[in-house]
């Protein structure tokens, strides 16, 4: 891709998120104080040129070891959890002054998991509320809610939290801003002869390879999480740069046509927030095995996922559950919401459409999964 069309993107961007990584906003176990109101100033500017700017932020945990003085983060995840409990405030105090140099307020979102996982309403809620702050030029500063997360309802890091943000709101454009200067074939810190990979239009297993090999040092992520944050954004349409926060006005050069970072291409096409909730949100409750005709219709036909297709049932779940479909060598297909319950496709895999009757005693859908209810993975083999 040409750096016109990578600029292209940057052009037509009306809603952004920015996510900043506990290594840019971090000095000496504290806050990076000279980077959050660098932050602060390159956003208002964005703002200024009628951009809604969105901050998924760590330091919290970073914020409460300094406090409580600390001489390394512990372990023990109620230490962790009472940390960032400390720190949060502390945070968001910092935020608060330095967007308020130009006259610009913040809102606290604190989330977990199960805020956007479990239920579509709360899901919605939480599009309302981040809505309504954008229309009062509000900035939505959004951390996982780590004083009470636990691995039940867990993002993961906020390089997920961010993607899934993105998803929420339909943004543009999703920024993850690091301490280096995106993702290079070996890591630059230890090592001399590596590339800056400035273009990444798939993610396979050779970039993940890469990306495993980058480890974080405050966060929890490193570079593998951000690349598997990017590969659920831009199979969404959404595309994402990761680039480094350190780097002075890093916002504005990348706005203005600088090429910075690393650019991951997204898909040609958008998915809704409905499909990306689907694909992205809810956990799986089961698992369809589908044979090679099902395949081809759900990825080369856009088709709807019919009982005859279905050779295997895993799992326990009801009508409307979310499940994953999987096809040969266990890859993962597509997400969707099922018209049947895994009891009732037993019975009816296998058959055609005009044997569910027979089999079940009524015919309430000829569709497992109809398509406007099925998202597509970014695993799967296109």
């Known amino acids: 891709m040409t750096r016109i069309n990578r600029q292209s993107y940057f052009n037509a961007a009306k809603r952004l998120v920015v996510k900043v990584g506990s290594n840019v906003l971090t000095a000496d176990q504290g806050l990076n104080l000279p980077v959050i109101y660098a932050l602060s100033k390159q956003i208002s500017h964005l703002m200024e040129s009628g951009i809604e700017v969105i901050l998924v932020s760590s330091g919290a945990m970073a914020s409460g070891q300094k406090k409580i003085g600390l001489a390394k983060r512990p372990d023990e995840i ?3 959890q009472a940390m960032a409990a400390v720190g949060q405030p502390g945070l968001m105090l910092e935020y608060e ?19 956007l ?3 579509r309403n709360r899901y919605l809620n939480a599009r309302n509320t981040l809505n309504t702050l954008l229309s009062w030029n509000i900035i939505p ?3 996982e809610n780590d004083t009470v997360v636990v691995d039940e309802i867990k993002f993961g890091d906020n390089d997920n939290l961010s993607a899934m943000i993105a998803f929420l709101m339909n943004a543009d454009l999703l920024i993850n801003l690091t301490d280096i200067d995106g993702l290079y074939t070996g890591d630059p810190r230890k090592q001399t002869k590596v590339e800056l990979i400035f273009e990444v239009d798939t993610i396979d297993d050779r970039i993940e390879k890469i990306a495993g090999d980058i480890p974080g040092t405050l966060g929890t992520g490193g570079m593998l999480s951000k690349i598997k944050a990017a590969a659920k954004t831009i199979n969404a349409g959404i595309p994402m740069v990761i680039a480094n926060g350190l780097k002075a006005d890093i916002l504005v050069k990348l706005f203005s046509g600088e090429a910075h970072g690393t650019f991951f291409i997204p898909a040609k096409e958008k998915l809704s927030s409905r499909k990306c909730w689907i694909g992205y949100n809810i956990k799986p409750k089961g698992i369809l095995r589908i044979d090679t005709g099902a395949v081809t219709a759900i990825l080369k036909q856009g088709k709807s996922l019919l009982p005859g297709g279905i050779i295997k049932v895993e799992g326990d779940f009801g009508v409307g559950d979310a499940v994953e479909l999987s ?4 890859s993962r297909i597509a997400v969707g919401l099922v018209n ?15 044997q569910i009757q027979e089999c079940l005693g009524q015919k309430l859908y ?9 998202t597509i993975l970014n695993e799967c083999p296109i």
């Open 141 to 143: 500063i959004i951390n």
């Open 97 to 115: 002054k330095a967007f308020g140099v130009y006259d610009i307020k913040v809102a606290q979102i604190l989330l977990t998991g199960d805020d």
């Open 78 to 80: 109620p230490k962790r």
């Open 366 to 374: 000829d569709e497992v999964i109809h398509r406007d209810n099925l």
């Open 117 to 119: 996982n479990t239920s």
């Open 340 to 354: 049947y319950s895994s009891l009732d496709i037993s019975k009816i895999m296998g058959c055609k459409t005009d």
């Open 327 to 330: 096809g040969d060598a266990n």
